[in-house]
Structure formats: C-alpha cells, structure tokens
C-alpha cells in the first residue's frame, strides 16, 4: 500500500493566564485547535514554554480526584518551606 497523502502539519499557541497555584482545564480549548487544523487522524503534542508550570493530563469525570491531587501537591512541596534554590523568583518556589 502507497501513501499518497501528503503529510500535514498545524501549530497554534494557546495562551492561559492563572492567578497563581492553580488547575486548569483546558480540553475545550485544545479540540478547538484540532478541529480548526482540518487535519482528522494525526498526533496532537501540548508542551509548556515555562519551567515552573507543569502539564497533567487526568480524567475529569469525580471532581475529588482533583482535590486530592492538590492536597498532594501541596503537601510534597510546601509553601513558604526553605528552598535553597532562588534565583529565579518566587514564581518557581
């Protein structure tokens, strides 16, 4: 069998603002991208352009999940606890 579409290619950025610690969900958003790319069977790839930000993708269907990975999160690395690394500001403690 012989490929005989070309291979495509679709990049936008999504830009989010948090007022600090926060989850956000942000599926809606990403769909929207895919189905405005046209493209119908491919990979689509979510990076982050800030070291201090982090990407999780977790189910949504029990609102507690996402409690409980707060609580964790909070309690492996505290606020406000002595971090000897500083240099880059408050943003990545």
């Not at 603002?17 to 929207?32: H, P, Y």
């Not at 189910?59 to 990975?69: F, G, I, M, S």
């Not at 999160?73 to 500001?89: Q, R």
């Given at each position: 069998?012989?490929?005989?579409?070309?291979?495509?290619?679709h990049q936008?950025?999504?830009?989010?603002?948090?007022?600090?610690?926060?989850?956000?969900?942000?599926?809606?958003?990403?769909?929207?991208?895919?189905?405005?790319?046209?493209?119908?069977?491919?990979?689509?790839?979510?990076?982050?352009?800030?070291?201090?930000?982090?990407?999780?993708?977790?189910?949504?269907?029990?609102?507690?999940?996402?409690?409980?990975?707060?609580n964790f999160?909070?309690?492996?690395?505290?606020?406000?606890?002595?971090?000897?690394?500083?240099?880059?500001?408050?943003?990545?403690?």
């Amino acid at each position: 069998m012989t490929a005989t579409t070309a291979t495509r290619h679709h990049q936008q950025v999504l830009t989010l603002r948090s007022q600090g610690k926060s989850l956000q969900r942000f599926t809606a958003e990403v769909n929207q991208v895919v189905r405005a790319s046209g493209v119908e069977t491919g990979l689509c790839t979510v990076f982050l352009r800030h070291t201090s930000a982090s990407l999780i993708i977790q189910e949504n269907a029990d609102p507690d999940v996402l409690v409980d990975l707060e609580n964790f999160l909070a309690k492996l690395v505290p606020e406000g606890n002595h971090y000897i690394h500083s240099t880059e500001g408050p943003d990545d403690m």
